[in-house]
């Protein structure tokens, strides 16, 4: 049995990585290409850093990957282009149903946070709280305000539902934060200069 | 012996991939180095899509991966912020001393350029002519006018003399990308509104 990418399923796999978003993932790859689709924003998820090791070349033009690891990303996942502007974000789904863990985040994810702000750019957290069918678009900024007054190590909803933007299921896009960064940077009705 | 990124160096792959540019690929990451430390871009090259066909599980953090293949990259290699605009780029070697052959960009990839135009992103070619020892940026709108244009499978060296701008080697940073597009879309001295 194949699943998503063609990677074989089996029942370890299902135990381990049964919490990583994959719903979230897949909305967010329908939204991104509505946006494609409709010239309203050109936004990729980046590919998946993988460490090679080991790799056979059956020819010049077929290789074949026979060992390697999976990395971490050392920027955040998903960026692109929107009225100009760069845009930079990472989607997390968590089943905790009061706080978002920042382990989730990883240092260094942050500090590219930091720098996209200091060059004029849009960067924010898209998180899922999937118990509580709540999704909410955080802005960077607000995410370092927390993380520089808080010595805790996850974030309440509490917080989420004050600081950031409850972003509602829509049938198309499903989760539509272009139009939430319209509201926050463009200051005008959703798509109006496009 | 071990060859950048882990991969194993074998004589079949110095024969099939002795073409790579991994010279400029080294040099535009010590470019792009230079202009994140220095807080003037905030440039990444993507990592390579690779398509996981098995994966085995020594435990829940531990997964290796025993059969994946490179998959081509649907957009350009490099992207990123300067001044908060939307940078999108690919870097090409070639070896060839006349012209540059357009079988080395994919049709989704001048798809996607047309796209980043339209959105009012910066996107460009930084090719370079091993043999004559010649670096040039081509802006986007002049490659898609060249192709809109010709029917020829290759961009002749003339081309990129007349339309493109040549880019000097320096000490660092060794390809200065930006300040071209800061000559470009900036109208203005180097880095000057940083």
Do not use: W
């Not at 049964?18 to 010239?39: I, P």
């Not at 924010?124 to 805790?152: A, M, P, Q, V």
């Amino acid at each position: 049995m194949k699943y998503p990418n063609g990677i074989k399923k089996d029942k370890k796999r299902e135990t381990c990585f049964s919490n990583r978003g994959m719903k979230l993932e897949s909305e967010l790859n329908d939204t991104n290409k509505y946006y494609l689709d409709l010239n309203i924003a050109c936004i990729h998820k980046k590919p998946t850093p993988i460490k090679v090791v080991d790799v056979y070349y059956k020819s010049c033009k077929e290789a074949v990957i026979t060992k390697a690891y999976f990395e971490k990303q050392s920027t955040l996942d998903y960026n692109g282009i929107y009225k100009g502007k760069y845009i930079d974000f990472e989607a997390k789904e968590t089943k905790n149903s009061n706080y978002f863990p920042l382990k989730n985040i990883h240092t260094h994810q942050i500090k590219h946070m930091e720098k996209v702000i200091q060059m004029n750019g849009i960067t924010f957290l898209i998180i899922r709280f999937s118990s509580l069918n709540l999704t909410f678009y955080l802005d960077g900024s607000k995410l370092l305000s927390f993380i520089e007054k808080n010595d805790r190590k996850s974030i309440p909803v509490s917080y989420f539902k004050e600081h950031g933007i409850q972003i509602l299921d829509k049938l198309r896009p499903t989760i539509d934060y272009i139009k939430v960064i319209d509201d926050l940077y463009f200051k005008g009705g959703i798509y109006e200069n496009k």
